[in-house]
């Protein structure tokens, strides 16, 4: 984590901001996993440039718990976002799976 990302964590106050800080700055995967509960996944999903499948499955995928009722991020959006970085549907299959095993140990 960068020191910017630091001093937010520091101000809680100032992450009621995040969904607009998204648009503003590139943040860490370890920030934004630190945040979620701040920020619409759809948002994240739009603005930050260099998120993992990993990332974008666990942490973003349908997830209504963190989003508005009806902003949440679905199987669709990920793979287009996913397939603009030049990830393969392999590739995007795979982590897709491993996430959801993963999901299913975790609760």
Not at 14 to 22: A, E, H, I, Q, V
Not at 37 to 45: A, G
Not at 73 to 98: G, H, P, R, S, V
Request: hydrophobic letters at 25%; one cysteine or more; glycine letters at 0%.
């Amino acid at each position: 984590m960068n020191n910017f990302e630091q001093e937010l964590l520091n101000d809680k106050s100032r992450l009621s901001f995040m969904n607009n800080l998204l648009y503003q700055y590139q943040f860490s995967e370890e920030f934004l996993i630190k945040t979620r509960i701040y920020y619409d996944s759809w948002k994240c999903l739009k603005s930050q440039k260099n998120l993992t499948p990993y990332f974008c499955f666990y942490y973003l995928y349908d997830r209504q718990e963190y989003d508005s009722a009806d902003d949440w991020t679905d199987y669709n959006q990920i793979y287009e976002y996913l397939k603009n970085k030049n990830y393969n549907d392999q590739t995007i299959e795979n982590e897709f799976n491993k996430v959801i095993n993963q999901r299913e140990k975790d609760n």
